[in-house]
T-cell receptor, first 114, second 110 residues
């Protein structure tokens, strides 16, 4: 099994719908992140959580919300999806105790809003 | 101005060529510099990690950091078709969160 699992892998939804992307990890890391990737823009941070009781906005949090249900689970919600939220979404975990900070990414969720 | 700038390419080179990928940054607080490789339909994976100015070599890959110029590079020698991927530079300030460049899509042609 993958260390960081994202579901679903692909999703097509309609404008205005509420959608949740889920992330679970077996790394045992406290820190979890949601990134969005668009062509030519790289990875941009949406929300991050350094432990179960900690939630922080990233650089592009408008239109998104998150829930940290447990150390291993971090969900991203789009309250009312719009077409410009069409993108590839990545969940990641990290461990600041390692030299390279141990970032591990999931395989991504490709979201299309029509 | 973005904190980290990277030419998105695309970059296409013949097999065996030396590839140079570069990023510039504006924030002198960045201390840790990384290169991630991302294959199509996959998440990024850490390729190289450096802390100080200078060079770090790992097989065919060399990461170079010049803090005085706020410039980092990744060199790939004897490039292979399997090196075709998107390469993202990333940087850390202290024990906080990664800031990524835009990513460069690289294709190595057999």
């Amino acid at each position: 099994d993958a260390d960081v699992t994202q579901t679903p892998r692909n999703r097509i939804t309609k404008t205005g719908k509420r959608i949740m992307l889920e992330c679970s990890q077996t790394k045992g890391h406290d820190r979890m992140y949601w990134y969005r990737q668009d062509p030519g823009l790289g990875l941009r941070l949406i929300y991050y959580s350094f432990d179960v009781k900690d939630i922080n906005k990233g650089e592009i949090s408008d239109g998104y919300s998150v829930s940290r249900q447990a150390q291993a689970k971090f969900s991203l919600s789009l309250e009312s999806a719009i077409p410009n939220q069409t993108a590839l979404y990545f969940c990641a975990t990290s461990d600041p105790g390692t030299r390279e900070y141990g970032y591990t990414f999931g395989s991504g969720t490709r979201l299309t809003v029509v | 101005q973005k904190e980290v700038e990277q030419d998105p390419g695309p970059l296409s080179v013949p097999e065996g060529a030396i590839v140079s990928l570069n990023c510039t940054y504006s924030n002198s607080a960045f201390q840790y510099f990384m290169w991630y490789r991302q294959y199509s339909r996959k998440g990024p994976e850490l390729l190289m990690y450096t802390y100080s100015s200078g060079n770090k070599e790992d097989g065919r890959f060399t990461a170079q950091v010049d803090k005085s110029s706020k410039y980092i590079s990744l060199f790939i020698r004897d490039s292979q078709p399997s090196d075709s991927a998107t390469y993202l530079c990333a940087m850390l300030k202290g024990a906080q969160k990664l800031v990524f460049g835009q990513g460069t899509r690289l294709t190595i042609n057999p």
